[in-house]
């Protein structure tokens, strides 16, 4: 049965360690991995904006000898011109593979559904599970472990919020998500989390208080107020949000060596300074490294030789 990469959830406690294992190696070697993907070919459905995503799926795969071809949304007008599943369908006649961008989640349900090629989850407005397996590898990298860690999410609970709960939990990490009352994460991403993170160190904070959420983290992380197709509401959460900057205050109430993190693209001035953004405990270019090389073990083993 083929597999996708649609959430962390979906993943046992050995694949997730299985592709931070990888990762580490292929980072390292890179030359070795060649070939591991010869001739393969990606198909990438962007229905949203990207630079992170388009260019580490398109150069990963040029890293493993096969190639992206990107469908920009103006291209395939999906669900307008042509049914998801009957895109599915066509694809899988000519790629071994399909990744993703685009809204609601029940799209990429329906297009890994209808096609017998894997589906890789490139965010949708429900998760971004690609950019939380390499936020969760570079701090690996940073701390030479992730059980007992404390991550600070403080901001909206969107995808990335949520990938990151998932991340968390598998990894058996603490996580604390403040956001403004009524931006709460999903009460269906909270019970998966729950789920996962038995029998782990894992412990899920949920508060309305940023202070409290930083408090001995590890590492704060945040995202945009308004997310991709939220741009009609982005004045009205400029002032929702505003208690929820991230700037040297809220850095003065955790550790000193506290890291920063952010999925990028960040809007410097709202949901962090540039003070942050620039200090030597930002880490959000290592993070946006790491997403190359997580997705190319990600391809690799969703669409190499078994
Ligand atoms: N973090 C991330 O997914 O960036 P892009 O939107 O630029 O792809
Ligand atoms: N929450 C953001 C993440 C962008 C990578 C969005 O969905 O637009």
Known sequence: MKKDFITIHDLSQYE??????????????????RSALKDKILAMIFQKPSLRTRMTFEVGMLQLGG???????SDIQMGSRESVRDIGKNLER?????????????????????????????LTDLLHPCQAM?????LLEKKDRLAGLKLA????????????????????????????????????I??????????????LTITHDPVEAVKDA?????????SMGQEAEKEARKKIFAPYQVNGELFSKAKAETYFMHCLPAHRGEEVTDEIMDSPNSIVYDQAENRLHVQKVIMKILMGKK
């Open 16 to 33: 997730f360690y299985e592709i931070l294992d990888l990762t580490k190696k292929m980072k390292k070697n890179p030359e070795k991995y």
């Open 67 to 73: 190639e992206g071809i990107y469908l920009a949304p």
């Open 94 to 122: 000519w790629v071994d593979g399909i990744m993703i961008r685009t809204f609601g989640h029940d799209i990429i349900l329906d297009l890994a559904e209808s096609t017998r090629v894997p589906v890789i989850n490139a």
């Open 134 to 138: 390499a936020d969760v590898f570079t």
């Open 153 to 188: 999410y403080v901001g909206d609970g969107n995808n990335v919020a949520h990938s990151l709960m998932l991340a968390a939990a598998k990894a058996g990490m603490k996580i604390a998500v403040a956001t403004p009352p009524g931006y709460e994460p999903k009460q269906e």
């Open 190 to 203: 909270i019970s998966w989390a729950k789920e996962d993170g038995q029998g782990t160190d894992f412990e």
């Open 218 to 226: 590890d590492a704060i992380y945040t995202d945009v107020w308004a």
